[in-house]
Nanobody, 121 residues
Framework: QVQLVESGGGSVQAGGSLRLSCVVSGTMFSINAMGWYRQAPGKQRELVATITSGGSTNYADSVKGRFTISRDNAKNTVYLQMNSLKPEDTAVYYC???????????????WGQGTQVTVSS
């Protein structure tokens, strides 16, 4: 059974930094893209950043230059370094991974349980 477990959330003042981690565990054939999404109260879930297995990255305009996504394929882990945090970054952050359970199976999207990030002004 595949699980995604996030850590690193918390409360910080504006201008501060946090680093989120997400470990993918279980039996699987491969992990393709990994990413971070967030959902603020009363809003839809939105993309924050994604990274392919080859290391290509994509960022939401609102976080470009402040957030950095990276991954350690050997550890099945994706990270999100968040600097210069703003109150509008407050949300629940979710880890996502697109993976195959076997070489013959389709690519399936898995989600973590979410971790709260709160930025105070």
């Amino acid at each position: 059974q595949v699980q995604l477990v996030e850590s690193g959330g918390g409360s910080v003042q504006a201008g501060g930094s946090l680093r989120l981690s997400c470990v993918v565990s279980g039996t699987m054939f491969s992990i393709n893209a990994m990413g971070w999404y967030r959902q603020a109260p009363g809003k839809q879930r939105e993309l924050v950043a994604t990274i392919t297995s080859g290391g290509s990255t994509n960022y939401a305009d609102s976080v470009k230059g402040r957030f950095t996504i990276s991954r350690d394929n050997a550890k099945n882990t994706v990270y999100l370094q968040m600097n210069s945090l703003k109150p509008e970054d407050t949300a629940v952050y979710y880890c996502n991974a697109i993976l195959q359970l076997s070489s013959q199976s389709p690519h399936i999207s898995y989600w973590g349980q979410g971790t709260q990030v709160t930025v105070s002004s």
